[in-house]
Antibody, heavy 123, light 107 residues
Framework: QVQLVESGGDVVHPGGSLRLSCAASGFTFNTFGMHWVRQAPGKGLEWVAFMHSGGHKIFYVEAVKGRFTISRDNSINTLYLQMNSLTPDDTAVYYC????????????????WGQGTLVTVSS | DIQLTQSPSFLSASVGDRVTISCRASQGIASYLAWYQQKPGKAPNLLIYASSTLQSGVPSRFSGSGFGTEFTLTISSLQPEDFATYYCQQLYTFSITFGQGTRLEIK
């Protein structure tokens, strides 16, 4: 069955960095677009970043452009999110999300979500 | 960015009720809209995509409709497991956005 297991969440000081990982299994990873979505405590959902299956199309929400980098290693079925210059506004549960269908031209709807990893930015 | 506004933000209803949640887009998004359900402490789950297509495994009491800027999610007969928060989402542009959520609680 499909599994997405996030890791790397931690408590970090403002201005610090963190790298999240998402280990995928149960599907052909290199054929699906992947996303990071975050949810601040008690708040709604915010899409953060997308990487197409082949890595050629990448998009970010404006709030993280220039600070966050999404990447993937299709040889080990893993998605990453490098987060730099973190601020308290980045405090959230970060979800790794798989597109519903493979090999679409850009993004599909969000077909499967991991359980999330908590990032806390605090001094 | 395209803004999605859900109404109501909070809804109190009883088991067996028919409920409707609305989602209005700040500009036309054709049918590029989905609905997700999220229960406390859990990840969201896709219910409806392309405005009206039921995701595999989702009960038929859930339905979606709309085009352009006005969309609705309808639950025909509320079950105890349906009390949750619901989000709409648009994929029309490269900057994906969600509505603010509608919290559905037991009356």
């Amino acid at each position: 069955q499909v599994q997405l297991v996030e890791s790397g969440g931690d408590v970090v000081h403002p201005g610090g960095s963190l790298r999240l990982s998402c280990a995928a299994s149960g599907f052909t990873f290199n054929t699906f677009g992947m996303h990071w979505v975050r949810q601040a405590p008690g708040k709604g959902l915010e899409w953060v970043a997308f990487m197409h299956s082949g890595g050629h199309k990448i998009f970010y929400v404006e709030a993280v452009k220039g600070r966050f980098t999404i990447s993937r290693d299709n040889s080990i079925n893993t998605l990453y999110l490098q987060m730099n210059s973190l601020t308290p506004d980045d405090t959230a549960v970060y979800y790794c999300v798989k597109d519903r269908s493979p090999l679409v031209s850009w993004s599909d709807y969000f077909g499967f979500w991991g359980q999330g990893t908590l990032v806390t930015v605090s001094s | 960015d395209i803004q999605l506004t859900q109404s109501p933000s909070f809804l109190s209803a009883s088991v067996g009720d028919r409920v409707t949640i609305s989602c209005r887009a700040s500009q036309g998004i054709a049918s590029y809209l989905a609905w997700y359900q999220q229960k406390p402490g859990k990840a969201p789950n896709l219910l409806i995509y392309a405005s009206s297509t039921l995701q595999s495994g989702v009960p038929s009491r859930f339905s979606g409709s709309g085009f352009g800027t006005e969309f609705t999610l309808t639950i025909s007969s509320l079950q105890p497991e349906d009390f949750a928060t619901y989000y709409c989402q648009q994929l029309y542009t490269f900057s994906i956005t969600f509505g603010q959520g509608t919290r559905l609680e037991i009356k």
